[in-house]
């Protein structure tokens, strides 16, 4: 994985930015304070720092936050020494933050595990917990949970082709398709261009949602930018073109040679021509007007029932149901041919969304090459 940018962010307030100093004129920490509202998980009784951020109040642990948070250590080092009575509620130091409420409660699970709180492992992740990370990172160098949160979308959003068809990629974490808009933005945020192929194609493959994207759990939105939105489409079109391509290179008779029986053949080559109706006129799965040009046709190639079976040849009827509509030597040459028509699409992506990315797929292919 290319080393990500992590430029860092202001940790000042923005000249524009709202907070709870314009409710009261030069206002103390105890006014602050006494504004917001406490936070009904991390506001803990013994803690000794207060951390304000839009109107709402956490008091947590210095020492944990420093332990995490080379900044927060640097911010907090002021602690250390003697303080404003104004600037110090209950013996605790107070610091004004202009991050997210949410996004501090998502690195407060993890820095502050409660009983109910749910881990930073497996089934226990979410995409808005992994940006939270992410975008904090920017701000406070969060070195030891960003990599985890890297290494999550990194191993989700892979470069290898056989990791993605055969799930390996996701064994620790499965986001939602729509949840691709916001791994666009980490990528972009994090310039971590690796991840950028896949998430464009899973983008390209939504439908009206790509153009609206997905709410958060604190309610604003997460969308793609103007430039990463004209992507996505363009690809969308060329991956209808690569299927339609795909459907016909994989489906037309190949020839007598791959027949397991010499009476079969006839049977074969009849039933690959009804396999392309079958497919071209969106019977099965995966339909020839489709942007999913990563998906597998056997789905489709085994839902296809001849009309007549007393036309199926009788080598035929000792497979089962499912696989009647080819005998086994054909079926195995279209279930390779398969393979190597989506890895030869899945090598085009980073080509077809303008980026080179070194060692994409690097293991090479083993079997024949489709043309």
């Excluded at 720092?49 to 210095?62: D, Q």
């Excluded at 958060?216 to 793609?224: K, N, S, V, Y």
């Excluded at 037309?252 to 021509?273: I, K, M, V």
């Excluded at 056997?298 to 839902?303: E, L, V």
Aim: contains cysteine; glycine residues 4%.
């Amino acid at each position: 994985m290319e080393e990500p940018h992590r430029k860092r962010l202001r940790t000042d307030a923005p000249a524009n930015s709202a907070s709870t100093s314009r409710a009261v004129p030069n206002p103390t920490a105890a006014d602050i304070v006494k504004a917001a509202t406490r936070d009904a998980d991390y506001w803990f009784e013994d803690g000794n720092i207060i951390l304000v951020s839009e109107n709402v109040s956490f008091k947590v642990y210095r020492g944990l936050l420093a332990e995490h948070s080379s900044v927060f250590r640097s911010m907090l080092d002021v602690g250390q020494g003697t303080h404003n009575p104004a600037e110090v509620v209950d013996g605790c130091p107070v610091v004004p933050l202009y991050d997210s409420p949410n996004d501090l409660r998502g690195l407060f699970r993890i820095i502050f595990p409660l009983k109910k709180n749910l881990k930073f492992s497996n089934w226990k992740v979410d995409i808005d917990f992994i940006c939270a990370i992410i975008r904090l990172d920017h701000k406070y160098e969060l070195k030891g949970l960003y990599d985890q949160a890297m290494s999550y979308l990194t191993t989700y959003y892979t470069t290898s082709f056989d990791d993605w068809v055969e799930g390996r990629n996701a064994t620790e974490w499965r986001p939602e398709p729509i949840h691709a808009i916001g791994a666009v933005n980490l990528a972009r945020l994090t310039n971590t261009t690796t991840i950028l192929p896949l998430a464009y194609y899973i983008c390209a493959t939504l439908g009206p949602e790509l153009t609206l994207g997905y709410a958060r759990d604190d309610g604003t939105m997460e969308r793609l930018s103007p430039e990463d939105l004209y992507i996505c489409l363009s690809l969308k079109n060329r991956l209808a073109t690569e299927n339609v391509h795909s459907a016909f290179m994989l489906l037309r008779y190949p020839g007598q040679q791959h027949c397991s029986n010499s009476q079969a053949y006839t049977s074969c080559s009849e039933l690959f021509r009804r396999l392309l109706d079958h497919v071209g006129m969106s019977k099965g799965p995966h339909a020839v007007a489709s942007d999913r040009a990563l998906d597998s046709w056997m789905d489709s190639i085994d839902s296809y029932t001849p009309p007549n079976a007393q036309n199926i040849n009788a080598y035929m009827v000792m497979y089962p149901s499912q696989a009647r509509s080819l005998c086994k030597g054909c079926r195995a040459h279209v279930q390779n041919r398969d393979r190597e028509l989506r890895r030869q699409i899945w090598r085009k992506l980073p080509e077809y969304v303008g980026l080179t990315i070194e060692n994409w797929d690097a293991p090479a292919a083993s079997g024949s090459t489709a043309s």
